[in-house]
């Protein structure tokens, strides 16, 4: 397995490419939860996309925290944190008037490195 820290390295400048992609699906899916009307289908989806998030961020932290790279800390909990941050990032650019996600994104990722407890 990539070394975790690099992994989670990787996911800012991945975070950054898709986030057009990925804020307009976020707005898709408020929109759709506002609807009121649930689809079976497309709950599923959502589910999936965000179980596969939380369990790639999960396994990440985990090896981080057992080959030392991170500190002591619940792996699931952590990986939620980061996925609420990631969200957090989205909700940001879409109601904040011409917010310039990048410097966010940096901000962000260097909280999540702090909590994290990233050790060299």
């Not at 950054?16 to 759709?32: C, D, G, N, R, T």
């Not at 709950?43 to 925290?65: H, P, T, W």
């Not at 500190?71 to 109601?95: E, K």
């Not at 904040?96 to 260097?110: D, E, G």
């Amino acid at each position: 397995m990539k070394d975790p820290v690099e992994a989670l390295d990787e996911m800012v400048p991945g975070q950054l490419e898709l986030f057009i992609p990925l804020k307009k699906m976020s707005q898709i899916l408020v929109a759709y939860n506002n609807t009121g009307r649930p689809v079976a289908a497309i709950d599923s989806l959502i589910n999936k996309f965000y179980r596969d998030e939380q369990r790639m961020l999960y396994r990440c932290v985990a090896q981080g925290i057992k080959v030392g790279r991170f500190r002591q800390l619940d792996a699931r909990g952590a990986a939620t944190f980061i996925s609420n941050h990631l969200d957090g990032l989205c909700f940001a650019s879409m109601t904040r008037p011409k917010t310039a996600i990048k410097p966010l994104m940096t901000a962000a990722w260097a909280i999540i490195r702090d909590y994290l407890g990233v050790r060299k």
